[in-house]
């Protein structure tokens, strides 16, 4: 588990790139780049992590189901994710 601090953190760079895109983009789009670099750092898109929804855990990020390895490992186990099941042959 990821400490609540690095959440919060998370959600609240997640918070300013949507609030910030369409600024960023326009500066992009004219050049502008002295103005694009007095913006917040945390406004930047790839300053965002893939984490898990469940954990927080930001390695082995399933990005169709939003969660990690070990959360999705548990979910399908349990029969919590319609259409996976475990593999067998």
Do not use: H
Not at 48 to 74: A, D, S
Not at 76 to 83: E, N, S
Request: net charge positive; aromatic share 6%; with cysteine.
């Amino acid at each position: 588990m990821a400490k609540e601090c690095v959440k919060a953190r998370q959600v609240k760079r997640e918070k300013l790139v949507a609030k910030y895109a369409d600024k960023r983009a326009e500066l992009k789009k004219a050049g502008n780049y002295v103005e694009l670099s007095k913006m917040p750092r945390n406004t930047s898109k790839v300053r965002l992590r893939n984490r898990c929804k469940m954990t927080g855990r930001p390695r082995g990020y399933i990005r169709q189901f939003g969660v990690c390895r070990n959360v999705f490992r548990e979910m399908a186990l349990m029969g919590k994710i319609p259409g996976v099941t475990k593999s067998s042959w």
